[in-house]
């Protein structure tokens, strides 16, 4: 099937390059000429794993091409999927214009049958506007015959860090579609992911919207609850680790997704909590524990630093000093910075006048992005090059090499035996065992 792509970013770029993979010929628009320059020449803007090669193979079998052109992918064929960014906007309701431009395109034109995919995650109501849209557009558009289309709303459920086999695998393919000739298409479309047993879930457009929301707001309401549960645990004395395994052996809860930690980030959870809030509030209903999602968060952010000022005896400590913070990226896998629990603690200990010295496997390029030159942030190659003369080292991330690091080299490189541990990768009897001060999450500190 001839497929058109809008979008480059995590969802766009494996979207496409996953359809192309399994032989679907796929055109991929973006406005950013400069992604798609490199993107032409099979450099990504982003790094997950295994995309790099199927980028690269399916370039070369021609299945794959890159277009800042968009009439161009708009003429390619039925299928147009769109999977531009949807930003919070300022009140945190999601900013669709990216969208809306992407259906204004589509608009001018298409010229025969359209499929027309929302595979950005958009508030309910959205695909219908999309739809509206696009039939004003025609319609001003005044051609003699209008072309007919079908607007399909299929949220993404990709991991960032796992997006490809994610997409590859996928645990179920929502698809909110009215008609039987688009549900047939979707189905022909995601036949190659649908081999070994039924994983297409058809239902109305709205309910696919609300699906995606639902599903975020889930997992972020799990992260949520277990930060709560080991604040209180610290409170008590009560050791958080073996909470979670008492608590996730019972099957209607699992060990899936309750691990507590140093808060949420990343683009989705974040915005979509949010988003579902301000919907909700739009339509007359105050979605409490939606903003109690969102606050616990916030404030679990905070607690990398708080635990710091506590050992430290206060902010106005922190000053002149230097402390290293191991892993940047909002989880591993993934060189993705948005809303990391990592920036609120380094933004925290520049305002307190703290210099950082940071290392992360794949996402130091995007800090110097986000942060550019700045004499208090030194990006270090070396995990262990990093804790040079560092008074403590916070782990804002659960990166596979961080889990069981050399201690001896750490504490020969630290100025002090300190360690705050937003992922609690170390064990407190231990640490404490061979004198460091630890402070992990939900477990009783060792000083
Ligand atoms: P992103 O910010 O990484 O990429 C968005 C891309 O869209 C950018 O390259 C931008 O240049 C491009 N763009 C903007 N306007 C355009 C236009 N008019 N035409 C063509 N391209 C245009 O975003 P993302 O992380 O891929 O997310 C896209 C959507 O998918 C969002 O709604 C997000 O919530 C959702 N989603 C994201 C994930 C994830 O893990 N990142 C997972 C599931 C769903």
Redesign the pocket.
């Known amino acids: 099937m001839k497929v058109s792509v809008?979008?480059?970013?995590?969802?766009?770029?494996v979207t496409g390059a996953c359809l192309a993979e399994v032989g679907h010929s796929v055109i991929c628009?973006?406005?950013?000429e400069a992604?798609i320059d490199n993107l032409r020449k099979g450099i990504l803007?982003?790094w997950e794993p295994g995309l790099q090669e199927i980028v690269e193979r399916n370039i070369e079998a021609g299945h794959l091409s890159f277009t800042t052109d968009?009439a161009k992918a708009v003429r390619h064929g039925a299928i147009q999927m769109i999977?531009?960014?949807?930003?919070p906007g300022e009140d945190g309701s999601?900013d669709l214009h990216?969208v809306f431009?992407?259906a204004d395109?589509i608009a001018a034109s298409m010229r025969g049958y359209r499929a027309i995919i929302t595979?950005?995650?958009?508030p309910v109501g959205t695909s219908n506007k999309v739809a509206e849209r696009i039939t004003a557009a025609l319609k001003a558009r005044g051609t003699s015959e209008t072309p007919s289309f079908d607007v399909i709303s299929n949220?993404?459920?990709?991991?960032?860090g796992a997006?490809v086999s994610d997409f590859l695998k996928p645990d179920r393919i929502i698809v909110g579609a009215a008609g039987a000739k688009a549900r047939a298409l979707m189905q022909e479309l995601y036949e190659p992911f649908n081999r070994s047993r039924e994983r297409i879930v058809f239902m109305d457009v709205e309910s696919a919207e609300l699906t995606?929301y639902a599903a975020n707001i889930m997992l972020a309401a799990k992260i949520s609850v277990m930060n709560e549960i080991a604040n209180v645990a610290e409170l008590v004395g009560a050791d958080i680790e073996d909470v979670r395994k008492g608590i996730g052996s019972d099957p209607r809860i699992g060990y899936h997704f309750i691990y507590p930690g140093a808060g949420y980030g990343?683009?989705?959870f974040p915005?979509?909590v949010r988003a579902l809030a301000k919907l909700a509030n739009s339509l007359g209903h105050r979605a409490e524990l939606l903003e109690a999602i969102e606050n616990v968060n916030n404030r679990q952010k905070t607690t990398l630093f708080a635990k710091l000022i506590r050992h430290f005896g206060g902010a106005e400590h922190l000053r002149g000093k230097t402390f290293t913070v191991w892993g940047l990226s909002f989880k591993p896998n993934t060189n993705?910075m948005r809303e990391a629990p990592s920036r609120t603690l380094m933004e925290a200990l520049w305002r307190a006048g703290a210099n950082v010295q940071a290392y992360d496997p794949v996402a130091m390029d995007e800090a110097h992005r986000i942060y550019g030159e700045r004499a208090d942030l030194k990006l270090v190659e070396d995990k262990y090059d990093a804790l040079n003369r560092a008074e403590a080292l916070i782990v804002c991330t659960e990166w596979q090499q961080f889990r069981a690091p050399d201690f001896q080299e750490m504490q020969s490189r630290l100025a002090r035996k300190v360690v705050i541990d937003g992922r609690n990768l170390y064990s407190p009897a231990r640490m404490k065992a061979d004198g460091w001060s630890y402070y992990s999450v939900g477990r009783t500190a060792s000083d």
Do not use: N, Q, R
Request: glycine share 12%; proline share 7%; charged share 25%.
């Open positions: 809008f979008g480059t970013g995590y969802v766009g770029l628009m973006d406005v950013d992604k803007p982003i968009a999977a531009v960014g949807t930003p999601a990216y431009d992407v395109a595979k950005s995650t958009v949220p993404e459920f990709l991991k960032e997006a995606k990343g683009s989705c915005k979509d993705d």
